[in-house]
T-cell receptor
Framework: EAQVTQNPRYLITVTGKKLTVTCSQN?????MSWYRQDPGLGLRQIYY???????DKGDVPEGYKVSRKEKRNFPLILESPSPNQTSLYFC????????????FGPGTRLTVT | AQSVTQLGSHVSVSEGALVLLRCNYS??????LFWYVQYPNQGLQLLLK??????LVKGINGFEAEFKKSETSFHLTKPSAHMSDAAEYFC????????????FGKGTTLSVSS
């Protein structure tokens, strides 16, 4: 089954404790992206990657890091999480190109206390 | 820069009634437009997309949307609402031909009453 998986689905952590949210896709997609969803704000892009070893900032990159060492994986790293990073995070992938839809993972709900 | 405006953060309809969710976009180039649906505790699922092939686009679950360039709109409709349509709906425009990002509207929550 074609899918994007994320782990963990739920995470509660404390300020400053480094964490990684994993994302993996099995569709051989070149493009991958991370979004955060906040009430009343819709989804906003954090980082994206057009291919292996190629990443770039989205609209809200502060406080986040990513890496793309393999085509299928695109982890999101919060080196020193803060309460304002409490949010619902989605990973997405696509074949690239504006006309192609993005496939979304199930989401990771992060709470930073 | 591209942007999307969804009019109405919350829409309520009765089962069997017409569903109309409004979306207006701003884009300096011919846009690629998408509607996604998000059911509670789930990710986003594509309903339909416009890629310039046809102005009336049919999607899954009986939804359709019409691209109107003169009105810069891409409203989502369904003739007869079902209880299972209750969800949050997002309109999005693809940023640039390379598709480096989806620019989302703030979303519209659809409630369906019996």
């Amino acid at each position: 089954e074609a899918q994007v998986t994320q782990n963990p689905r739920y995470l509660i952590t404390v300020t400053g404790k480094k964490l990684t949210v994993t994302c993996s896709q099995n569709m051989n997609h070149e493009y991958m992206s991370w979004y955060r969803q906040d009430p009343g704000l819709g989804l906003r892009q954090i980082y994206y990657s057009m291919n292996v070893e190629v990443t770039d900032k989205g609209d809200v990159p502060e406080g986040y890091k990513v890496s793309r060492k393999e085509k299928r994986n695109f982890p999101l790293i919060l080196e020193s999480p803060s309460p304002n990073q409490t949010s619902l995070y989605f990973c997405a992938s696509s074949r690239g190109g504006g006309e192609n839809e993005q496939y979304f993972g199930p989401g990771t709900r992060l709470t930073v206390t | 820069a591209q942007s999307v405006t969804q009019l109405g953060s919350h829409v309520s309809v009765s089962e069997g009634a017409l569903v109309l969710l409004r979306c207006n976009y701003s884009s300096s180039v011919p846009p690629y437009l998408f509607w996604y649906v998000q059911y509670p505790n789930q990710g986003l699922q594509l309903l339909l997309k416009y890629t310039s092939a046809a102005t009336l686009v049919k999607g899954i679950n009986g939804f359709e949307a019409e691209f109107k360039k003169s009105e810069t709109s891409f409203h989502l409709t369904k003739p007869s609402a079902h209880m299972s349509d209750a969800a949050e709906y997002f309109c999005a425009v693809s940023e640039g031909q390379a598709g480096t990002a989806l620019i989302f509207g703030k979303g519209t929550t659809l409630s369906v009453s019996s």
